[in-house]
Structures are given as structure tokens and as C-alpha cells.
């Protein structure tokens, strides 16, 4: 069984998913928000391995908790990340910006590309590059199991910003339309922060979408 964990982090409530194969208790962690002891800890609590760290984009709030499960988790987990958030990630998630620091722990050594297959025990993720947030923005798509750890490209009711640096209004939608409403309505959408919502009550009701 795929089980997933949504534990709410740091100091702009986001989601860290931490996702487990049931049979082999082989688990990654998706977006370590923040208190990344707390995230590993959680892991050990189920008997569960921590394998692989996987990034949906390099902003500070989605991975001040990496370092964290690096000091906990032996071997230290790779970090996976596409290329184009890493200026992002070297500039701390863009911490400075909000006049923070953050530790943003092990450089990433997994290089995501545009329809990459990821492995979590027996199951399969597709990376999908939905920039527009942030150049590098991905989001994980498990067709097996109808979801998608979507970051912020998309919430309940709402999209992700596209004001700070690297943003994009145009790309942003581009990848919404391309990236998420391409995928069937029963599609569950796991964002970086919110609900859980799904791909058709997005496509009916998201009020940023007409
Ligand atoms: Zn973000
Ligand atoms: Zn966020």
C-alpha cells in the first residue's frame, strides 16, 4: 500500500509529505518543510527507511528541513531537484529575502528532467516540469494511484504566486494547463500548502482558472 503522511512545518504552514511503500518500508520525502527531526522521526516511529528526498521547487519553505533529516538518517538521503531551482536553492530558497536564514542542507545529487521516472518500492512517479512559480518547479505524478504532490503550482481555490524572482504569470498557467488539467478529474491533488483538493473540483471551481 502507498501510504502518505502530510505533517504541517515552519512558519508558512506547508506541507511535507513524507510517502511510503507499506510492503517494503521504503519511504521518500517530499518537500521537508521545516523540523526536519520531527519528519524523520515520524519515519522511524513507522519502521520505515527514508530513501531519497524529492524537491518540488527550492523555496526556502520547502526544504529548510533536508539538513535536518541528513543529520538523523544514515546513509543521508539524496536530494533530487530540477536544475533550473538550483541558483535558487545556493541562494537558500530565498530566505535573505524574507530576512531569514535557513541551512538548506545537502546538495541536491539527483538532476530532475521533464517525464523522468521516479521508483518508491513498487510504485512510479512521473516528473512533470510545471515552471511559472519558479523556473524549476516539478510535480509528482503517480498514475497508479491518481496523485499528484503538486508544490505550489496549485491549491484549493487558488494558484501559486508568481511575484517573486523567477516567477512567472504566463508559464505558470501554461503548466497548469498543460501539466495538471491534462490528467483525469479523480486525479488527487497534493499541494505544498491547503487541502487536499482534485484535478476536476479544480477544473469546476478554481476561480483563477477562467
Ligand atoms: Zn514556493
Ligand atoms: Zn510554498
Not at 150 to 168: A, E, K, N, Q, W
Request: net charge negative; charged share 15%.
Amino acid at each position: 500500500m502507498l501510504e502518505i503522511i502530510s505533517l504541517i512545518l515552519g512558519p508558512v504552514e506547508t506541507n511535507s509529505y513524507l510517502v511510503a511503500d507499506t510492503q517494503t518500508n521504503d519511504a521518500v520525502v517530499i518537500d521537508p518543510a521545516w523540523d526536519g527531526q520531527v519528519i524523520a522521526a515520524e519515519a522511524q516511529h513507522r519502521g520505515w527507511r527514508i530513501t531519497a528526498i524529492w524537491l518540488t521547487h527550492a523555496h526556502f519553505d520547502h526544504i529548510a528541513g533536508a539538513a535536518g533529516i541528513a543529520q538523523q538518517v544514515r546513509p543521508a538521503p539524496p536530494v533530487a531537484l530540477h536544475p533550473g531551482d538550483l541558483p535558487l536553492w545556493e541562494a537558500q530558497g530565498g530566505a535573505p529575502f524574507f530576512g531569514m536564514r535557513i541551512d538548506p542542507g545537502p546538495r541536491p545529487s539527483i538532476s530532475l528532467s521533464h517525464a523522468q521516472l521516479l521508483h518508491l518500492g513498487a510504485y512510479t512517479f512521473e516528473v512533470r516540469h510545471a515552471p511559472g512559480h519558479t523556473p524549476g518547479h516539478v510535480v509528482f505524478f503517480c498514475s497508479g494511484e491518481k496523485l499528484v504532490f503538486c508544490g505550489d503550482v496549485i491549491f484549493m481555490s487558488g494558484i501559486g504566486r508568481t511575484d517573486l524572482p523567477g516567477g512567472s504569470y504566463k508559464a505558470l498557467m501554461n503548466s497548469i494547463q498543460t501539466q495538471i488539467l491534462t490528467l483525469p478529474d479523480d486525479t488527487r491533488l497534493l499541494s505544498g500548502h491547503g487541502p487536499e483538493t482534485t484535478v476536476g473540483q479544480e477544473r469546476l471551481e478554481n476561480p483563477f482558472l477562467y
